[in-house]
């Protein structure tokens, strides 16, 4: 390798650096605002109210995420495209990208709404049904607005814009707006209400700094003919989407046919405590995708498998400190929210390992979608049926643990498939696992384990610190080294320059399957 290109991976792993960290900011800052909702939540409101919730926004969610076609993560791939086929009219070419991505979207979401309105009971199984009820398919507008201003800001590296939307304006309108309407007579359907507030407000938040940053494209008309070929091109975008957000709601989905609402309520809490460790993993999301396609687009197969070994290794590491402080004291953090919430101490516990195992496969997924399309999509949709067949027999019999245990499985499987395949298909190593990892976790754990004999208070404000203080000081010892300390290094910005335009090879390697 030569010097430029040395001094270009260490840029580009400083710009990896400092998009996660803005983001991880944004993490820490939806953390603080969550949990005052899940505490509001299954105190003021109780497990019935929360489980018909989850159920709710579980299907409006999933139906947002069909009307976005894929365009998350692919509008980034047709932005470098139209830039580096156009360069000299780059910015404009970008805000074409974005106005089609728009209204293809809103066109799949009009489709979407209309279905859940007209059968609302798909929406809300369990009767009665009111009046709000039946207009909330409308939030799908709200949340696809969102997504798709949001994916067009991180190509150009504005990953704050995610953070105010995400982590500031969302979880705060959500959280204030549910404890208001504990007070009011709406307080029957306050959930739903708040999360109605929360979605307009990010919306509102993310589409006005797009439409600053883009501006109107006086020159820009609607091509039937480009936007369904933008469509059909994002299909298996989208099916890969679709299947590993499928995974993280099949659970409350059969769980929901074969238990009451205050069960689903109970998991949901812990899938809610749970999920936090993946979130680390979605802090890279917003600038991996830019620098994965700028590196494919050139043929820079290497690079891009440096910086899925580097993100793996900084996602595994933080995400098993995060497990092991918040599963050693799993009990004491569900009984925080309510004493019916305790007794899914045992569910947070494999979900928690589900997050672990699922860890390195969606990183490998950040460049699976763009180097092999198909191939991704296929085992996606073979975890789905795994978990399928895995929750429908152990969750009539096990109740929320069968239905973590059949994630678990899924998450095992996809976990190995997913890395050696975009190992063969990149032809680098992508595995960012390393011995450290495990040897920071035992003492970490031998401490947990004597923390559990004190009080609950204890265990919540100092024995968690003191387990990830411990594992972390190890792994920051002996585990980074060079280029891993630049995840912690100064200079922290929300808003860099946009990416190079590429120069797209003839066959551009983020087209294979």
């Known amino acids: 390798m030569s010097p430029?290109?040395?001094?270009?991976?260490?840029?580009?792993?400083?710009?990896?650096?400092?998009?996660?960290?803005?983001?991880f900011i944004g993490y820490v800052l939806r953390l603080a605002a969550r949990f005052p909702f899940l505490f509001i939540a299954g105190r003021m409101y109780g497990a019935d109210a929360l489980g018909r919730f989850a159920y709710a926004t579980m299907v409006v969610e999933l139906v947002a995420m069909l009307a976005t076609l894929g365009l998350k993560r692919g509008l980034a791939e047709d932005m470098a495209q139209r830039g580096a086929l156009h360069p000299g009219a780059r910015a404009a070419q970008e805000t074409h990208a974005f106005y089609d991505a728009l209204l293809v979207s809103l066109l799949a979401s009009l489709l979407g709404a209309a279905v859940l309105m007209v059968l609302p009971q798909i929406v809300f199984p369990n009767p009665p049904i009111g009046g709000v009820d039946r207009l909330f398919p409308l939030i799908i507008f709200a949340i696809v607005l969102s997504?798709?201003?949001?994916?067009?800001?991180?190509?150009?590296?504005?990953i704050a814009a995610t953070v105010r939307a995400r982590s500031l304006v969302e979880p705060w309108v959500l959280s204030l707006s549910a404890l208001a309407l504990a007070f009011t007579l709406l307080k029957p359907q306050g959930l739903i209400i708040a999360y109605l507030l929360s979605m307009v407000a990010a919306a509102i938040a993310s589409l006005w700094p797009a439409l600053r940053a883009f501006g109107w494209a006086p020159h820009w008309r609607?091509?039937?003919?480009?936007?369904?070929?933008?469509?059909?091109?994002?299909?298996?975008?989208?099916g890969a989407d679709i299947a590993e957000w499928g995974a993280r709601r099949l659970d409350v989905f059969i769980l929901g046919r074969f238990a009451g609402p205050e069960v689903v309520g109970i998991y949901y809490i812990a899938q809610q405590i749970a999920s936090l460790p993946q979130r680390l993993k979605s802090s890279f999301d917003p600038i991996l995708a830019p620098v994965l396609t700028t590196n494919l687009a050139a043929g820079r197969i290497p690079k891009v498998a440096a910086h899925v070994r580097q993100i793996s290794f900084w996602v595994g590491s933080a995400?098993?400190?995060?497990?092991?402080?918040?599963?050693?004291?799993?009990?004491?953090?569900?009984?925080?929210?309510?004493?019916?919430f305790a007794g899914g101490a045992m569910v947070l516990a494999v979900l928690l390992v589900v997050e672990l195992l699922a860890a390195q496969a969606a990183v490998a997924e950040g460049a699976l979608i763009y180097v092999a399309r198909n191939a991704n999509l296929a085992w996606s949709l073979v975890g789905i049926l795994?978990?399928?067949?895995?929750?429908?027999?152990?969750?009539?019999?096990?109740?929320?643990?069968?239905?973590?245990?059949?994630?678990?499985?899924?998450?095992l499987l996809l976990s190995v498939a997913k890395s050696r395949l975009l190992a063969s298909r990149l032809g680098h190593p992508v595995a960012g696992w390393r011995l450290v990892m495990l040897v920071a976790a035992l003492p970490a754990f031998g401490v947990g384990l004597l923390l559990l004999g004190t009080p609950e208070w204890f265990q919540l404000a100092i024995g968690q610190f003191v387990v990830l203080g411990i594992f972390g000081g190890i792994v920051w010892r002996f585990g980074f080294k060079g280029a891993d300390r630049l995840l912690f290094a100064r200079g922290l910005s929300g808003k860099t320059a946009p990416p190079e335009p590429a120069i797209v090879p003839a066959s551009p390697p983020f087209r294979s399957v």
């Open 222 to 238: 609607p091509d039937a003919g480009h936007l369904w070929r933008l469509a059909r091109a994002n299909l298996p975008l989208a």
């Open 4 to 23: 430029a290109d040395t001094r270009a991976e260490a840029a580009e792993t400083a710009e990896l650096a400092r998009g996660g960290r803005t983001s």
């Open 386 to 411: 795994v978990q399928a067949g895995a929750s429908l027999m152990l969750v009539p019999r096990f109740g929320g643990i069968g239905a973590a245990a059949g994630l678990a499985i899924s998450a």
């Open 319 to 340: 995400q098993l400190g995060v497990v092991l402080a918040l599963g050693i004291f799993g009990q004491a953090s569900m009984g925080l929210f309510g004493p019916v």
């Open 147 to 158: 997504d798709i201003s949001l994916a067009a800001l991180a190509f150009r590296h504005d």
